[in-house]
């Protein structure tokens, strides 16, 4: 039996409050840290809290990492100094915690070999595991994989999908890693469920993982295949290629990364998604002929939902114009990691057009609705250009349940949806019509199989237990309390 598979674990009164959305690669080719920079800044969007690179020559690791965005991190006196042929990169941000520089990714370890690791995810048995493995080492971070280091270095005898194969028979969660491994090569997996993106790609004898496409076009790269559930694939110190299932999954992949997160030009798990916006919007423009709203213009909140408002204005026969500008220079409101953050962000984030919204009838088309404040300062921002009534409409449905795989909406009563119906939300809002896409026109939109809908109907496809929930909630209300008052 793997060495941590033989102790016996226990349901913890907590569970990692440290949620994130996260940003991956790995390149085993020539020059692979200035290629790994050029790659994070594509994925930038998915992560802006920290950012850092691990690379290999051979002989030991080179490591540059911190708190910050990518080109603030990683100078180009840095990159310089990343010298090696095999390297990862990683962007990420934090929901709560102290999102410190000791979270930031790659992590690294020298026993049993020299391993650098990075991934996106996040492991809800946690603290479970964190509490097995404090009996024999000492962790250093609050950072999920640590622990997913911890349990491949033990497991890793020389077969890197054997050690994989010990995180996934233990693990309740999702995970996409990238790792390098001395002596070994370039070595990367996804979770039994495929629930967060990974993509490998190959340009002449150079190869690529990554968590978009859209960084492939970039370099250069041609797609060769996403990884199925439960796959590794190792590229060895001399460019030969294994690939493996080391754990029979079904996909799930996350839905909400056609909604918000990935990148329009990104092709995942074989979809557009730049497609499937589209689609959301042709089937939420179903539901907006439904309710007999009749606008005189579409305006989408930048820069999400744009394909969704232009289908939607196609459909409805309406002018689309942008009326909101946004101050590219500003973060993304959903990944502040506090309410004060978003509110302020939000001010400085938009500006409206006053001669595109004055006098009409604004049909406001955003990507979804989590908790609402967001979308309520919106609505109040555009009310000073004197419109004369605003629709809000959402292309994703009423996101009711939390999310427990590395997207922030992880406790309940931060969704506005859960308890209130929908007349209660538009008032809340301040909206003259409220809108959400149906999650039947989700499915038609972006496919009836294969993906994670627990956010909008609870089904998880992992097995989420009720106390862990409830962890979870007091945990983040305790830690955001402490962000709040600098405790």
Request: aromatic share 8%.
């Amino acid at each position: 039996m793997h060495a941590i598979c033989s102790y016996q674990l226990t349901t913890h009164q907590s569970n990692n409050p440290f949620r994130k959305m996260c940003g991956i690669i790995g390149i085993k080719g020539q020059r692979v840290a200035k290629e790994i920079f050029v790659g994070l800044l594509a994925l930038q969007h998915r992560g802006q809290n920290s950012a850092g690179i691990s690379t290999y020559d051979g002989e030991r690791f080179y490591t540059k990492k911190g708190n910050g965005l990518v080109s603030w991190v990683l100078s180009e006196d840095s990159l310089v100094r990343l010298k090696g042929n095999e390297g990862i990169g990683h962007v990420r941000y934090p929901t709560v915690g102290s999102g410190g520089e000791e979270d930031a990714q790659p992590f690294l370890t020298n026993s049993p070999f020299g391993i650098a690791m990075a991934h996106n995810g996040n492991v809800v048995n946690y603290f479970d595991l964190r509490d097995v493995l404090g009996e024999k080492r000492h962790l250093n971070s609050f950072c999920d994989l640590e622990v997913l280091l911890n349990i491949f270095a033990d497991n890793l005898n020389g077969d890197p999908f054997e050690a994989a194969r010990a995180i996934m028979e233990i693990t309740n969660g999702a995970y996409s890693v990238v790792s390098t491994i001395a002596g070994l090569g370039l070595f990367a997996f996804r979770d039994p469920h495929a629930i967060r993106p990974l993509i490998f790609g190959k340009k002449g004898r150079d190869y690529i993982f990554v968590s978009e496409s859209v960084v492939l076009q970039i370099l250069g790269y041609k797609v060769l295949k996403d990884l199925a559930p439960g796959e590794g694939i190792l590229v060895d110190e001399n460019g030969k290629v294994t690939q493996r299932i080391i754990k029979e999954g079904n996909p799930s992949h996350c839905i909400f990364e056609y909604i918000y997160f990935a990148r329009p030009e990104s092709v995942i798990d074989g979809i557009s998604v730049y497609q499937a916006r589209l689609s959301l919007g042709r089937e939420l423009a179903k539901e907006i002929k439904k309710k007999g709203i009749r606008p005189n213009v579409v305006v989408p909140i930048p820069d999400t939902s744009r394909p969704q408002a232009i289908a939607v204005a196609e459909e409805l026969g309406v002018p689309y114009r942008e009326g909101l500008i946004k101050n590219r220079y500003i973060l993304r409101t959903f990944i502040m990691s506090t309410e004060e953050e978003r509110a302020r962000y939000v001010r400085y984030k938009l500006n409206p057009i006053i001669s595109e919204l004055k006098g009409k009838k604004v049909l406001l088309v955003d990507d979804s609705i989590v908790r609402g404040n967001t979308s309520r300062r919106i609505v109040q921002l555009v009310r000073t250009a004197e419109p004369k009534e605003i629709y809000f409409a959402s292309s994703a449905p009423p996101i009711r349940n939390p999310c427990f795989y590395g997207i922030d909406m992880q406790t309940r009563r931060e969704l506005i949806a859960r308890e209130k119906k929908e007349e209660e939300i538009r008032d809340l809002l301040k909206a003259d019509a409220l809108v959400y896409q149906t999650l039947d026109g989700l499915k038609t939109a972006i496919g009836e199989k294969g993906f994670c809908r627990a956010c909008f109907d609870g089904n998880y496809p992992t097995k989420i237990k009720e106390e862990e929930a409830t962890a979870i909630e007091k945990e983040r209300a305790r830690l955001m309390k402490r962000k709040r008052y600098n405790l």
